[in-house]
């Protein structure tokens, strides 16, 4: 199989501090991993796409400083949410992509609630 | 400008088929997936089409036609946990995907 994990599952956290998010590929190498924000009632929106060892490609109106993507390792991407505020609550889901396949694998998500 | 065009919610009975479909305009086209996403939880992925026709998964079935595009996806013989939002995503000419606001299937006994 091809199994994403997600951590935290749920996270709160005070406006005005900084939450990290993991998302491990468990049995196989993710050579691309995707972050998407999903709001109530919306479909997934596209934050970045992170290669290993390089520098993620932010989509158009996503601040690079504020949502820091790290991709050190072929099983672990992180997303940062610096300074967060109320309005970054969404649910946080990423995906990973084995080399020369075309499927993505979801992680099970994490909710994010800032007060 | 990219777009791709879903219902936003239907209802079916129990047992019976439904179909939903899925129009799109993007910048290339290499390949269509549907998506099954259950409230509060990732999207699992259900078919993938990159040629004309119809590919039969169990009860689910996934059309496409290129020349339209025009995708659907057929539910058969309904069951409760179908309940859902089925999201449609087409990979444009740069591989990114691209994702339809989903549509939320209501199943009724």
Redesign the interface.
Known sequence: GAVVSQHPSRVICKSGTSVKIECRSLDFQATTM?WYRQFPK?????MA?SNEGSKATYEQGVEKDKFLINHASLTLSTLTVTSAHPEDSS?Y?C?ARRTSE????????T?LTVT | GQNIDQPTEMTATEGAIVQINCTYQTSGFN?L?WYQQHA??????LS?NVLDGLEEKGRFSSFLSRSKGYSYLLLKELQMKDSASY?CAV?DSNY??I????TKLIIKP
């Not at chain 1, 075309?102 to 998500?109: D, W």
């Not at chain 2, 509060?40 to 992925?45: D, K, N």
Request: charged share 10%; net charge neutral; hydrophobic share 40%.
């Open positions: 995707f919306q479909s997934l929106m596209l796409t649910f889901i995906s075309i499927e993505q694998y979801f992680g099970p998500g909710r | 390949g997936f509060g939880e990732a999207p699992t992925f993938y999201l990979k990114q995907l994702w339809g606001a989903g």
